[in-house]
């Protein structure tokens, strides 16, 4: 099996498919156009705007139930204008006229009238027996449809009729964008969309930032996305309005939905005043996000590479305040915020409460329940309650907070965590066992430098309070009591020391706005105070993270970040070397570790299985898969050892795998790794590839001293190139040793090692200390022997292959229906080829294929399931479409939706198995493919195709697929021509 590695996309070819789409969209081609728009999501199934493009082509080409869902679930916690206005419409195609309705009544409160949309709000009336629709535009204009003719629109403002001036329109009064409850009935029937949000239909949002050349922002009105906003920047020198131009803002989603334009602005330094601050703001005097920006900044004080302080932290560790004081600044998530006051609430030992005050300070929460469930809280006693008259943004909260916080030990925690027992008390340890520890923050599953387990890969928060409160006591038994200096504390739980607040003081709303940054600020300001900030790697806080700003939060950040290394220049330097030395590793790994340990006394399982791969996917991976689910059904634990430049990576081998990976250099811990694996219990060794080890994992298993089983997937042991393919670019022919040195000479070596007869003295040795050698076919265990005489393999097929049932027969067995969005079927005969179709795989003979093809003008035309290795080079033969690279679970769906004639192995070199030839045979296709290896053996013993010769000519080779496949053809595809 050869080796495939993780596979990624260029933009430009994801681009390219979508510009293909959209002509074939235009030309009225749609079955085309969705073809081309799925191949753009598989090969980039992440990004949202190719997901919303999908989903309008969806719906042009009439499956308007598909482009519902898929907008749908575009749309779950982002809902946008046009997303909205394209599920009305598929929802309408599709006859879910209830679903409909109910995305009107929300695109018509908040977004107004769309003139598209009237057709559709009459015939979801008239289906729903609604009395009739109604929409205001932003310019209180209200347009109504589905009543009787000529009836009119009653319109109410608070509850009071509002007179109607004659005419044959409608407006709303003239103060309604600051009026109170608006509703438009008929007959006393409140309409379809009769009740618009004021607020939303006259929105403009917005955001500014600095950057090196100046001040730069969008804004976008959502009820009038082609309505260039209207801005006015204020600065010492005066108002003066903005000038807004149509783009796009980065790569991220703008407000318009993904990949849609807002409108931009950038306005140079020199065209501001240097002094003051600026601000950007909209008609009714509002500050964008951002605003406003402070122009002249305090003066800056580097604290990287070299600081230079300017104050002393305490030579002698202060006494314990007799008080401590919880922050929790809250704005909206009722529930988060509860479960985590809760949670708070709970965690407090009986000794602590007294001396513990957990303040909460409401940021002008816009919900009533939240507000009131505070109120309760606060009557009860369990809480000290501030509240904002409007909100004023986080670094504000924090400092209504502080005002008294004076001889206090002040915890700053965000309202999207949860704690466990112990969490404060480890904290606070951890504050006063060295003079001058100014902050503490824990571990946590988001929380950038102090994430766990891996820094550069926040998770969610999975499992809970009861997820957190196992965490937490796993922390306090890897690392109770221990620290870990870091540049900076982290905001979302911050445990400030009396006296460092008291000489730092408290955070600066003027210079952060509405939050993030602020805690850095402060560390800073301490940091230059002599003061040192420590991480808690005995205590772990859960975080939701990125709750509190939502969409904002990538402007916010840009902003504050450029005001911090103005400030403190060097800071971003500074927080690099720190992530470069990680000095948390050594606590992170203590931890993981720990949690492996408990979770297999959990578990319940009787010892482990060591699957030794290579970690590049593939063929080896989805046997590993397989043998993992064997070794659980076993009641074993699979760990997975891949290699890493320093060393192995463990991995929890289970389907439902939930332990983090565990890193170990080898030899420096070897020690610890070898301990590790035999308290889990190792008995087992099944060596699947030694790739990218060096020689490591053959010393590990000495060290072990375990019986292990060696699996033989390809011809890394005995081919420095692994697949036998030479210089050629096809099967070598197994030359002698010279030819070897010779091949290896000009293509390199892929595992390594140079020296043939090196690499095939260390097999040897492999196979010869191995319990049993496992090969997938007796074809395998026929070469390996030519090789290893010593040797006896024992063949154990990677799959069923049913010999004794017919190809009808076979596929019978799996009745996973066809997919649809493949390119529909015309008169040429379609040979289907699976997989990821490289050098080794053939990619030179489908091009030539495909060439020769439209060369002599045959009815021929190929579909790659797949990816290749220049898929371009393939499609622009215009005989050829790449669906792109496609899950597991998908493969046998997709092959059937291309309804093929027959399918095509184009495999250059001896393969030692080949799942796509099973998904062929499953998907009910006669496979044709060159007579070497275990393919042509499959081929033959089942009778479920036929082998050419390798090398046969291209045209040959084409000439022979037409032939096999309208021989071979299936009465219930259309015919070849």
Avoid at 722 to 750: F, I, K, M
Avoid at 891 to 916: I, S
Wanted: proline letters at 7%; aromatic letters at 6%; hydrophobic letters at 45%.
């Amino acid at each position: 099996m050869n080796r495939q590695p993780p596979h990624a996309v260029p933009e430009k070819e994801v681009t390219a498919a979508m510009r293909q789409a959209w002509r074939l969209a235009a030309a009225g081609q749609h079955a085309q156009a969705v073809a081309w728009m799925g191949r753009a999501a598989r090969m980039a199934s992440g990004d949202r705007a190719v997901r919303f493009a999908q989903a309008a082509v969806l719906l042009g080409a009439g499956q308007a139930m598909q482009a519902a869902q898929g907008i749908e679930q575009l749309m779950v916690g982002q809902e946008f204008r046009a997303g909205l206005k394209l599920l009305v419409l598929a929802l309408c195609g599709a006859g879910a006229w209830s679903r409909a309705a109910a995305a009107l009544e929300r695109f018509f409160t908040r977004y107004g009238f769309d003139p598209d949309l009237c057709r559709a709000a009459t015939l979801v009336c008239q289906r729903t027996g609604q009395t009739g629709w109604c929409a205001p535009d932003p310019d209180g204009v209200l347009h109504w449809g589905g009543l009787p003719v000529p009836a009119r629109p009653e319109i109410l403002l608070d509850g009071q009729p509002c007179p109607v001036q004659p005419g044959s329109g409608l407006r709303l009064p003239p103060h309604w964008r600051h009026g109170g409850e608006i509703v438009v009935r008929h007959a006393g029937a409140v309409l379809l969309g009769g009740r618009p949000d004021r607020a939303a239909l006259c929105a403009t949002l917005g955001a500014m930032w600095p950057d090196d050349h100046g001040l730069a922002g969008w804004a976008f009105m959502p009820a009038r996305p082609d309505h260039c906003p209207v801005l006015h920047l204020i600065d010492a020198r005066g108002r003066r309005p903005l000038t807004l131009t149509r783009g796009k803002v980065g790569r991220q989603d703008s407000a318009a939905g993904p990949g849609l334009p807002v409108w931009t602005f950038h306005v140079p330094w020199q065209a501001m005043a240097t002094g003051g601050s600026v601000r950007v703001v909209r008609p009714d005097g509002r500050d964008l996000s951002g605003s406003p920006l402070p122009i002249g900044l305090p003066a800056a004080w580097p604290v990287f590479p070299a600081m230079r302080g300017r104050g002393v932290a305490p030579v002698r560790v202060p006494p314990c305040a007799t008080q401590c004081r919880i922050v929790i600044p809250v704005y909206a998530d009722r529930a988060g915020t509860l479960a985590c006051i809760d949670s708070v609430l709970a965690s407090l030992a009986a000794s602590a409460q007294a001396t513990t005050e957990i303040m909460v300070v409401d940021d002008a929460t816009p919900d009533p329940d939240l507000a009131r469930a505070l109120d309760a809280l606060a009557w009860q006693g369990r809480i000290v309650l501030r509240r904002h008259a409007h909100n004023r943004g986080y670094p504000a909260a924090v400092c209504t907070a502080l005002a008294d916080a004076q001889g206090r030990d002040v915890v700053l925690l965000n309202s999207d965590t949860l704690v466990a027992p112990g969490w404060l008390e480890e904290m606070r340890h951890v504050a006063y066992a060295r003079a001058d520890t100014g902050t503490v923050s824990p571990l946590s599953n988001d929380a950038t430098i102090l994430t766990w387990p891996a820094p550069a890969r926040p998770a969610p928060l999975t499992g809970g309070l009861a997820a957190v409160r196992r965490l937490m006591d796993a922390a306090r038994r890897a690392n109770g009591g221990q620290d870990v200096e870091i540049p900076t504390a982290h905001g979302f739980c911050m445990f400030i020391r009396h006296d460092c607040l008291r000489q730092t003081g408290g955070f600066r709303p003027e210079l952060f706005g509405r939050g993030y940054g602020e805690e850095n600020d402060f560390c800073m300001r301490a940091r230059l105070g002599g003061w040192r900030h420590r991480a808690a790697v005995g205590a772990f806080v859960g975080h939701v993270g990125g709750v509190s700003f939502a969409s904002a939060r990538a402007d916010l950040l840009r902003r504050n970040i450029w005001i911090l290394n103005r400030l403190f220049p060097g800071y971003d330097a500074l927080v690099a070397a720190h992530i470069a030395a990680d000095p948390l590793r050594v606590a992170r790994h203590r931890l993981s570790v720990l949690v492996w340990c408990r979770g297999m006394v959990e578990a319940g399982l009787a010892g482990a299985v060591l699957l030794v791969s290579h970690g590049e996917g593939g063929g080896v991976a989805r046997v590993v898969r397989a043998r993992a689910r064997h070794a659980l059904a076993a009641g074993r634990l699979p760990v997975v050892l891949d290699p890493t430049p320093e060393g192995f990576v463990l991995r929890d081998g289970r389907p439902d795998a939930h332990w983090p990976d565990l890193n170990f250099a080898w030899p420096a811990q070897e020690t610890a790794l070898v301990t590790l694996l035999r308290a889990l219990g190792v008995r087992q060794v099944e060596i699947h590839h030694q790739l990218g080890h060096d020689g490591r994992a053959r010393a590990l298993c000495r060290v072990l001293a375990l019986p292990y089983e060696y699996y033989v997937h390809d011809y890394a042991g005995l081919c420095p190139r692994v697949t036998l393919v030479g210089p050629a670019g096809r099967y070598c022919g197994e030359p002698d040793a010279a030819g070897c040195a010779a091949c290896v000479s000009v293509l390199g070596s892929v595992v390594g090692e140079r020296d043939v007869a090196r690499l095939r003295r260390d097999t040897a040795r492999d196979l010869a200390g191995a319990r049993r050698v496992i090969v997938p076919s007796a074809e395998v265990a026929l070469r390996l022997g030519r090789y290893f005489p010593h040797v006896t393999p024992h063949v154990h097929a990677l799959e069923d292959d049913g010999p004794a049932l017919s190809l009808p027969q076979f596929a019978a067995r799996d009745a996973t229906p066809a997919a649809t969005g493949l390119p529909p079927r015309n008169k040429r005969c379609r040979v289907v080829i699976v997989g990821g179709i490289g050098l080794e795989k053939g990619h030179a003979i489908v091009l030539a294929a495909a060439m020769d093809a439209r060369a002599r003008d045959l009815p021929l035309e190929f579909v790659v399931v797949g990816h290749t290795a220049d898929d371009a080079a393939l499609q622009e033969t215009g005989r050829v479409f790449v669906t792109g690279h496609y899950d597991e679970a998908d493969g046998l769906a997709l092959v059937r939706g291309c309804a093929g004639d027959v399918g095509f192995l184009p495999a250059l070199w001896p393969e030692t198995w080949c799942f796509t030839l099973t998904l062929l045979w499953r998907a009910g296709l006669g496979a044709v493919a060159f007579d070497i290896g275990t393919i042509a053996q499959r081929i033959r013993a089942t009778g479920r195709g036929t082998c050419v010769p390798l090398g046969l000519p291209v045209h040959q080779l084409n000439t022979f697929l037409l032939s096999y496949a309208r021989i071979g053809h299936d009465v219930a595809r259309p015919a070849c021509s």
